[in-house]
């Protein structure tokens, strides 16, 4: 097995690992901070404690990335034998063949990644690696709680780990007169500055009710729109109104305002839905986190979340992203990132409450600062601050979006 060890990787490690993989995309290279630790996890090291969390077996970081790099050189030998045998001309087989040589080894073993850079190419005529089996294993030990970074809960039923296609950017209107353009349309109009528009946010908590069905709640979501220019500009909030419900220390609210740039700061009102009645919490729900970013621009982002009680940080997860080209413009996508423990434990709490003014009583002292920023430059492209109220519409979350000044 290319010096895998043989018996290392038995069905039940081979499941854990599978599901991992999906968990946790090589789009990104996702890296996240416990404070309770302030240590940075990476991709390898996050599938070997998830391998220990389902399995109780304990598998090296080393071992996970020797193990990635055997699937996918065996992978590279199927699709190159694939390849060959297609009626193909020697300049389409060596453009397929490159494709397959620009991947990682992580990218090549992602169903997801391989899909999405490969469509373009000719498909090899060799049957797809069966997917993981659903559901628990049997006569293998429970998940333990006591293992970190695995605060969320255990996963004992996945999606397929190919993520469901989220819908292109969609086309701008008509353009206007040049002096009419001087300021794109969603700037100003949507939590956008001039070199990045977010599309798309959600929380939510998803349940497998059967093999083939899924269920899902949005406990906040902010959807794709589009703007035009006869529609109103974003209210305005001073800064100052909310500094307190942020950390003031460096790094804080007030020193990135003071830094700027000033158009790439924003408040989002949410009007949480607890309301989940219809879906049955337990073991096997999974909470997580999606966004979606859009740029004209080719950049590598860095995407900071930190979820702040009473004005201090609690927790941070720190996400890096890399640009994607679709529709003529960069998109940049976090697909379902897990939520933290102290997230879970957190709505779990707060649905408990008997009575709404008590949770908002609860929220009033609960925010979340996210702040994406460039990569190389460390320029601030988006920072948005959400502050939290209990939706009490029959429609489900709601939100309301307004740009933070300092008049």
Not at 4 to 15: C, F, H, L, R
Not at 396 to 407: F, I, M, N, S
Request: proline content about 9%; charged content about 20%.
């Amino acid at each position: 097995m290319d010096g895998d060890a043989e018996g290392v990787w038995s069905p039940d490690i081979e499941q854990s690992f599978q599901e991992a993989l999906a968990i946790y995309p090589p789009c990104g290279r996702r890296k996240i901070i416990l404070s309770d630790e302030g240590k940075m996890y990476g991709r390898n090291e996050l599938i070997a404690r998830y391998i220990k969390l389902r399995t109780g077996k304990t598998r090296t970081r080393k071992q996970v990335s020797s193990h990635i790099q055997v699937l996918a050189r065996k992978k590279v030998r199927e699709y190159q034998a694939g390849i060959k045998a297609m009626n193909l001309d020697q300049a389409s087989k060596d453009k397929a063949l490159q494709s397959m040589a620009a991947l990682s080894s992580a990218q090549i073993v992602s169903a997801s990644v391989m899909k999405s850079q490969l469509t373009h190419m000719p498909q090899p005529p060799y049957a797809p690696p069966p997917r993981f089996w659903p559901g628990p294993i049997p006569g293998q030990p429970g998940p333990s709680q006591d293992i970190k970074p695995f605060a969320q809960s255990p996963y004992p039923n996945l999606p397929p780990p190919v993520p469901t296609p989220i819908t292109s950017y969609d086309p701008l209107p008509t353009p206007l007169p040049p002096a009419a353009t001087a300021v794109p349309v969603w700037q100003d109009r949507t939590i956008a500055s001039s070199k990045l528009r977010m599309l798309e946010y959600s929380a939510f908590m998803e349940v497998q009710r059967d093999p083939d069905t899924y269920s899902k709640h949005l406990f906040v979501h902010i959807g794709q729109t589009n703007p035009s220019y006869s529609d109103p500009l974003l209210e305005a909030v001073d800064i100052r109104q909310i500094y307190d419900k942020f950390p003031e220390k460096k790094g804080g609210l007030k020193e990135l305002y003071e830094k700027g740039p000033q158009n790439s700061f924003f408040l989002v009102k949410f009007w949480a839905d607890l309301n989940s009645s219809g879906i049955q919490d337990g073991p096997g729900s999974f909470y997580g986190v999606s966004s979606q970013y859009s740029s004209s621009e080719n950049m590598t982002i860095t995407v900071s979340t930190k979820v702040c009680s009473f004005g201090k940080q609690v927790v941070e997860k720190v996400e890096t992203e890399y640009a994607r080209m679709e529709g003529g413009r960069y998109l940049y996508r976090i697909h379902r990132s897990p939520m933290c423990e102290y997230m879970i434990n957190f709505i779990h709490k707060l649905r408990h409450l008997p009575e709404k003014y008590m949770m908002n009583s609860v929220l009033e002292n609960f925010t979340i600062l996210q702040v994406v920023t460039n990569r190389e430059t460390q320029e601030t492209l988006l920072c948005i601050a959400f502050v939290f109220e209990v939706s009490t519409s029959e429609h489900g979350a709601q939100y309301h979006v307004y740009r933070l000044v300092k008049d």
